[in-house]
């Protein structure tokens, strides 16, 4: 291990881990202070968070920075140093003693693989963990209408259930719409509407997941589309089973954002998505599920990106690096909901908007390693 590690590869390893050590310290004082910083404070002289309420949501506040200040620093923190070591010719003296570009990388790129793999833990855990932990300090607001479809073996619609509001597992207004199964070429006649006051998911005696609805109004309607029969209900079961946990789960799900939801749920989420043929959702949250595995991987890019765009000549102006660096950070994230929405209108698949970037950061550095003769 000593001869794996030598003195060299400490040098840069401790030179390269300062450096973006301190541009992800930057990054994140930059971005919390304007706002996030200024709306905690006024909530606390406000009386509506303690002094250690704001300390906490500015705590759980700091993964999400996190997520985009992993690579950013690491790009910044491997230009500075190979700048620097370029201006105090440290890499000719290591070229000269016949050390090749890629032994000059190793401690660099070991440094990178690790930065990845928490930039991996960050969006898996870290982020949905302190998401949750918000929610529950500011408290969720009511969501509004939740329209879950159940269809056929033919895919016609059997039964329609609106919510109106939600939260968690408790629903109020409730719309129940039963088609009949006669099938007309401009509509699906409707036999039964159910309007229930509230709703809650839970099981029923047996222990199978429900949706019930309580103080339920039941309008029964003929052939010709007239209301016939009126029946007050205390209770009825509208899902069950397997159909009301996955109505349930989508449910709850299709109110946040990709990043509140870690990778085990999300995979579970894109599955009962295709399932009900949800098709835009799905091919989004698709494409932001293969994201999580290669946006940390652009944190080895970045940092070889950023070591070529250190390799320059003794009196070769710093700003041409730092230029290209920040252009290419602000092109990698600016682009990113235009990648998001070509998946999800079945422009590009999935998978190549989601590996599109990378590989673009991987042809700009065969461009700029050929372009620095190395």
């Known amino acids: 291990m000593k001869r794996f590690f030598t003195v060299y590869d ?9 450096t973006t050590f301190v541009a992800i310290l930057l990054f994140t004082i930059v971005w919390i202070a304007p706002e996030m910083l200024l709306n905690t404070i006024k909530k606390i002289l406000e009386g509506a968070y303690t002094l250690k309420t704001g300390i906490m949501v ?6 999400k920075i996190f997520g985009k200040a992993f690579p950013v ?33 190793r401690p660099l790129l070991i440094l990178s693989l690790i930065v990845t793999y928490l930039c991996f833990l960050t969006y898996d855990k870290w982020i949905p963990y302190s998401c949750k932990k918000l929610k529950e300090i500011k408290g969720g607001q009511p969501i509004t209408q939740y329209i879950y479809t159940q269809k056929d073996v033919n895919n016609h619609p059997d039964k329609a259930v609106i919510v109106s509001y939600f939260d968690s597992n408790t629903m109020s207004d409730v719309i129940v719409m039963n088609f009949a199964k006669e099938v007309f070429d401009d509509l699906h006649a409707v036999s039964n509407i159910l309007v229930g006051k509230t709703g809650k998911f839970e099981t029923d005696k ?42 349930y789960t989508i449910m709850v799900n299709s109110t946040k954002r990709d990043r509140d939801i870690n990778n085990k749920d999300l995979r579970k989420y894109i599955t009962l998505l295709k399932r009900e043929n949800l098709d835009e959702e799905y091919r989004l949250m698709q494409n932001k599920y293969y994201q999580r595995f290669l946006h940390p991987f652009v944190c080895v ?30 092109l990698y994230y600016i682009t990113l909901p235009f990648f998001d929405l070509l998946a999800e209108k079945a422009v590009l698949p999935p998978f190549i908007t989601a590996a599109f970037p990378p590989f673009a950061f991987l042809c700009a550095i065969i461009m700029f390693y050929k372009s620095k003769d190395l």
């Open 10 to 18: 400490r040098y840069i390893f401790t030179q390269v881990l300062t």
């Open 58 to 63: 500015l705590l759980y506040e700091l993964p």
């Open 73 to 105: 620093g690491l790009l910044l923190g491997s230009l500075f140093t190979f700048d620097k070591l370029s201006k105090d010719s440290e890499l000719t003296i290591f070229r000269a003693v016949g050390m090749s570009f890629s032994r000059i990388l």
């Open 206 to 247: 047996n222990g199978k997941p429900v949706w019930c609805l309580y103080d339920v109004t039941s309008y029964d309607i003929n052939d010709n589309g007239i209301f016939h029969k009126i029946d007050k209900k205390e209770k009825e079961y509208v899902l069950s089973g397997n159909e009301a946990e996955d109505a």
């Open 301 to 330: 890019l970045l940092a070889i990106l950023g070591c070529l765009l250190g390799f320059s000549k003794p009196r070769e102006q710093r700003l041409i690096g730092f230029t290209i660096a920040i252009g290419c950070i602000f």
